[in-house]
């Protein structure tokens, strides 16, 4: 039986690049949320006494997009750097 860390070692490439695929994958739908998100004007919530409880999610919806931005921008690069690494250049 052939052990997992042994299979890990022989597909680094692959695996890295499977994880770094659905992480793209899971931050692009993220943005569809956050988009919906910014079309918000007002969330109203209910209180436990009949009081209501009114935000704006303008302002942490642009910090989420920030956010999710960056990460993608950061895996985007990883994979690329995972997919060029074993490729020689003449």
């Known amino acids: 039986m052939i ?3 042994l299979l890990l070692i022989c597909y680094e ?3 890295s690049a499977i994880v770094a695929i ?3 994958v899971l931050n692009l739908s993220n943005l569809y949320f956050i988009i919906i998100l910014l079309d ?3 969330m109203v919530g209910y209180q436990p006494d009949g009081g209501l409880k ?3 999610p303008k302002n942490i919806v ?4 920030i956010t ?6 950061y895996v985007f690069t990883i994979l690329c750097s995972a997919l060029t690494k074993g490729k020689r250049h003449k």
């Open 3 to 5: 052990r997992a860390d």
């Open 13 to 15: 490439r692959e695996a």
């Open 22 to 24: 659905l992480l793209i």
């Open 40 to 42: 918000y004007d007002e």
């Open 54 to 56: 009114i935000s704006d």
């Open 62 to 65: 642009w910090i989420m997009l």
């Open 68 to 73: 999710m931005l960056i990460n993608l921008l």
